[in-house]
């Protein structure tokens, strides 16, 4: 079974490029103009993801504009303004995290072995890229741009669990009014844990993610054995249910 979340942009300003960037106009020269200047941004938006990785939070136009081998003014031929810049680099962020969490999520794998895949992706991420995690997760951005992208991503992440909580739940005809708080603890906690981490330092990644995994199994597995069903933590279920994002359309 999948459960299908809209991945929308609720707030905030979109990114320039947003309203059916990629959708043909007929004419086969504009066409082709418009796809080089999507391609052109994306390389703008990952060589700005590079040199916030070297720079930190306070990176400004003339960093990225170096990282990516060109002049200012060429950086604001692709973005309005700074602001613009960071919002895109706060989407690809998103699109990083979904790319490596949702198949984790979606894992064919026994329960134990599933949680800790998805907290292992979470926590690569941020590994990888610790200045962007900062950037997003600490309020940096929604400084800089009109638009809370953890927020979003928190709640779009919450809604997807839930469903997915809600749909194990049923199948062991369980009360599931308890997913949606679950799911919002789950990703509230794993949150918090993530900026610890990334500041102390303290335990490998892999302990700190088997720390969790033994965390959010013992609850789960408490829960569950109060109703009278027992899951084996190391055997599939027999049905493997996944959750899908799928970022809806813009309006207009």
């Not at 064919?108 to 907290?119: G, S, T």
Request: aromatic fraction near 6%.
């Amino acid at each position: 079974m999948t459960v299908v979340i809209d991945r929308v942009k609720r707030t905030g300003k979109q990114s320039s490029p947003a309203k059916n960037a990629d959708a043909p106009t007929g004419d086969a020269r504009r066409d082709r103009w418009r796809k080089h200047r999507i391609a052109r941004r994306a390389e703008f938006v990952e060589a700005a993801l590079r040199a916030l990785d070297t720079h930190g939070p306070d990176l400004g136009m003339e960093d990225v504009a170096a990282e990516a081998g060109v002049t200012k003014p060429v950086l604001y031929r692709h973005f309005e303004d700074k602001a613009d810049l960071y919002l895109a680099l706060g989407q690809r962020g998103t699109e990083i995290l979904f790319q490596r969490l949702i198949p984790a999520i979606n894992a064919e794998l026994a329960p134990v072995p599933r949680i800790r895949m998805a907290l292992d992706a979470f926590f690569t991420v941020i590994e990888e890229h610790p200045n962007l995690y900062r950037l997003l997760a600490r309020g940096g951005l929604q400084e800089k741009v009109a638009s809370d992208v953890v927020a979003e991503d928190k709640e779009v992440i919450a809604t997807a669990l839930t469903a997915l909580l809600g749909d194990y739940m049923r199948m062991f005809t369980m009360d599931s009014g308890a997913a949606e708080p679950w799911a919002h603890g789950i990703v509230g906690m794993v949150q918090n844990v993530g900026e610890w981490w990334l500041d102390r330092r303290s335990m490998s990644r892999d302990a700190v993610v088997e720390y969790l995994t033994q965390i959010l199994w013992a609850a789960i597995d408490g829960l569950t054995r109060q109703q009278g069903v027992v899951i084996d933590p190391d055997l599939p279920l027999e049905v493997n249910k996944v959750v899908q994002l799928e970022r809806a359309k813009d309006a207009g």
